[in-house]
């Protein structure tokens, strides 16, 4: 029987693999449970300023427009940024979007968030002051299972028409990578993180 014989430096630098493959085990853990981050969690940083800035574009750009208009918009916006887009008010029935099954995660999600403040000023209305600034609006994070989805949430503006009679709803954002692609947050201060760890 042979037996092998390490050093004491062997040994020192094999614990320290075993324990950097364990942070990755716990890490990867996390990551794949139900994620759900509050507004203001470090995690998420600057997403939500990012999820309100594209809520405000397509409320601009859709304002004169109806189901299609919406459509139109969400189309190009998921192409530009490699994540799919879609509206829903807060009972969860859908207001533009490919068609879309709701997990009932995101669903009660919705309900819970119940779109945008009653009292948030329509952006283009008198005394509007944006989308943006404190308070923060309803914004939400999770990660559901079946699909294998990240999802992200900000309240916006529908208009079905000229005028300004705007509906409550929620920007909703689906994507299959846990950054968004680079939309939800950037992996990169994580990955100097781990490297230095």
């Given amino acids: ?10 040994k020192i630098m094999l614990w320290f693999f075993l324990n ?21 969690s470090r995690f998420l940083g600057e997403s939500a300023n990012r999820m309100e800035a594209l809520a405000r574009l397509i409320t601009e750009e859709t304002r004169n427009g109806d189901r299609a208009r919406r459509d139109e918009a969400l189309k190009k916006y998921s192409a530009a940024y490699n994540v799919e887009f879609f509206i829903f008010d807060n009972a969860g029935k859908q207001l533009g979007g490919r068609e879309l099954p709701l997990p009932a995660e995101i669903a009660s999600e919705l309900t819970r968030s119940g779109g945008p403040p009653a009292n948030m000023p329509v952006p283009g209305m008198p005394g509007a002051r944006g989308m943006g600034g404190p308070p923060r609006p309803p ?14 949430g900000s309240p916006i503006f529908v ?39």
């Avoid at 968004?180 to 993180?193: A, E, K, R, S, V």
């Fill in 1 to 10: 029987m042979i037996r092998l014989r390490f050093s004491l430096f062997s």
């Fill in 20 to 40: 950097l493959l364990l942070l990755g085990v716990v890490g990867l853990f996390v990551f794949n449970l139900n994620l759900r981050f509050a507004p203001g």
């Fill in 139 to 152: 914004f939400f994070f999770r990660h559901t299972s079946s699909p294998s989805l990240y999802w992200s």
């Fill in 159 to 197: 208009f079905d028409g000229p005028g300004d009679n705007a509906q409550r709803a929620v920007l909703v954002v689906a994507s299959d990578s846990i950054s968004g692609h680079g939309l939800f947050f950037d992996p990169t201060p994580w990955l100097i993180i781990a490297g230095v760890i």
